[in-house]
């Protein structure tokens, strides 16, 4: 090999060597940014996550996916109660979502009370891989956590081991609207202690019926019903009084797995609250669109679930 390929070679090395070291910088730099920024929200889906995972302290808890974060006015519960509330719904998310903040809020602090909201499509919604995606790419910026840490370990250790090498990592499917948020290009929905009220109504004035021809069938995902079971069970040896509430939705197609759900909380000794149906919430005027209730509709029925769950304690 002559001395100019030999140089050659050792320049590229030197290039390589550079590249690397730059890129390396650079993401520590660009990582430790988003990190600095990702925590400094007050408001949107990701302070949501970052106050249930850091700070809930309070005495009745409330869980689920965007029907609990819409669905339940934290005010009214204490009014109801006369405890200290936090509603810890998230937008998107399901019952493997659910269970991990549960077990990180328990490594912190036992409620007296917690109510679990699920959706008739409880057992089929993200199933498989997509929810665990979800639920670990969500928590990936929470590994100083023990519990969260161990969480995800569990569920995808792959995942874990990316978020070491590249400090960027975490952050890097949502970095638009972290920064969106941060510089008020993008407003993150204010929640009331963890409550965001959904203003208006989008319901179109037909609703399409499915025919029983042109229905899916019930799936269950195996993970997302020992998930659940798991949530009920952390509620049980933790003596924590446990509510596993359906609220309103406009229009049902179908039950799915409402049976299977309502068979399993009770088979922990846990009543089941049904609201999915009820003639009051027929009433388009009280919902956002087909799923969600509007804060009118909200209001309504976080009053008679909460003045329900009083009167079954008496």
């Known amino acids: 090999m002559s001395k100019q390929a030999v140089y050659h070679y050792i320049k590229m090395f030197e290039n390589i060597v550079i590249l690397t070291g730059t890129l390396f910088i650079a993401d520590r730099l660009i990582g430790h940014t988003l990190k600095k920024i990702y925590f400094k929200q007050q408001k949107g889906d990701y302070y949501q996550t970052t106050y249930a995972v850091d700070s809930a302290r309070q005495q009745l808890l409330i869980f689920g996916s ?16 006369n405890k200290s509330v936090y509603n810890l719904g998230r937008d ?24 679990l909201d699920v959706t008739p499509n409880e057992f089929s919604w993200k199933a498989g891989n997509e929810g665990r995606s979800v639920m670990v790419n969500t928590l990936l910026p929470y590994t100083y956590q023990p519990t969260i840490y161990k969480i995800i370990e569990k569920a995808d250790k792959s995942e874990l081991i990316l978020s070491k090498v590249f400090q960027t990592y975490p952050y890097n499917s949502i970095a638009v609207q972290v920064l969106g948020n941060y510089f008020g290009v993008l407003n993150g929905e204010q929640n009331i202690k963890g409550y965001v009220p959904l203003l208006g109504n989008k319901i179109s004035k037909e609703v399409t019926i499915q025919t029983p021809e042109t229905r899916n069938a019930v799936n269950n995902d195996l993970a997302l019903v020992n998930s659940f079971k798991n949530f009920l069970a952390l509620a049980k040896s933790n003596k924590i009084t446990c509510r596993v509430v359906v609220s309103p939705i406009y229009h049902v197609d179908e039950p799915n797995c409402l049976p299977y759900l309502k068979k399993i909380t009770e088979s922990y000794g846990l009543r089941f609250y049904d609201y999915s149906d009820l003639k009051i919430f027929k009433d388009s005027s009280l919902f956002y669109d087909n799923t969600h209730l509007n804060d009118k509709g909200a209001t309504i029925f976080s009053n008679l679930l909460a003045s329900n769950l009083t009167n079954d304690l008496k």
Not at 66 to 81: D, G, I, L, N, P
């Open 66 to 81: 965007s029907r609990a974060s819409h669905h339940y006015v934290s005010s009214v519960f204490e009014k109801y109660t």
């Open 92 to 115: 998107g998310r399901n019952i493997l979502y659910s269970e991990a903040i549960f077990l990180q809020v328990l490594s912190n602090h036992k409620p007296d009370d917690v109510i």
